[in-house]
C-alpha cells in the first residue's frame, strides 16, 4: 500500500501544479514531527505547581512559563506567539480589567525574570487585535474601538517610554468616537523583523 502510495505522490512532490509551496509544507511538516518526539521539548512542556504559582497560575502564565522552557532547551526555536483571551470587556470592565492585568504582570514579570540570561536575544512584543471605545458602554463595560497600545521589552530595546503621538481625547480628536489611530503596528513589527532578523522582504510579511 505505502509503495502504491509513493508511486502516486512522489512525482507530484516533485513537480507540484502548487509550486514550491507543496515541499514547504512537506519541510514544515517534518520539523514539527521531529519536535514532537523530541525529549528536549516534551520536559519543556512539564513543570511544577511551585513553577506555575510564581507565573501567576493562570492559562498564560503556565504558557509564558513553557514559552521560557522551549527557548531555555536552546532547540532553534525563533518565534513564540502567546494567545491571551478574556479581554473583550463589554461588562464590569473595572473588575475584569484588574484580574487579567494582574494576571498578565506576574506572568511577565516572571518570565522576564527567569530569561536574565537570554534578554539580549528575546524581544517581547503585547499587542491585540482591536481596541476599545472611548465611552462606558450601558454594561459598565467598553465595546470595539480601534486604537491600542503596543509593549515591547527587549535586552536591546530602548525602553522606560512611551512611543507615538497622543492624539487627544476632545470631540475633534476622536475618529467616530474612537481614539484616533497614529502608529500603524506593522511598524513597530517591521522595525524587530528588520533589526532583529535582517528581513528584507517584508511585503511578504505584511
Known sequence: LFSRLHTLDDPLRKSSPYGQSLSDYDAFYSLAQKM???????TAFNFTVADSQRYGSSSFGNACLVAKQ???????????QITYGSWDMHNSLVSEFNTRTIEFSKAIAAFWKDMAGYQDRITLVTMTEFG?????????GTDHGSASGMLVLSGNVNGGKIYGTWPGLGASDLTTGDLTVTTDYRQVLSEILVTRHAEKNLSAVF
Do not use: F
Open 132 to 140: 476599545r471605545r472611548l465611552q462606558e458602554n450601558a454594561s459598565q
Open 36 to 42: 514532537m518526539y523530541n525529549n528536549d521539548v516534551t
Open 70 to 80: 522551549v527557548l531555555a532547551a536552546n532547540q532553534g526555536t525563533r518565534y513564540v
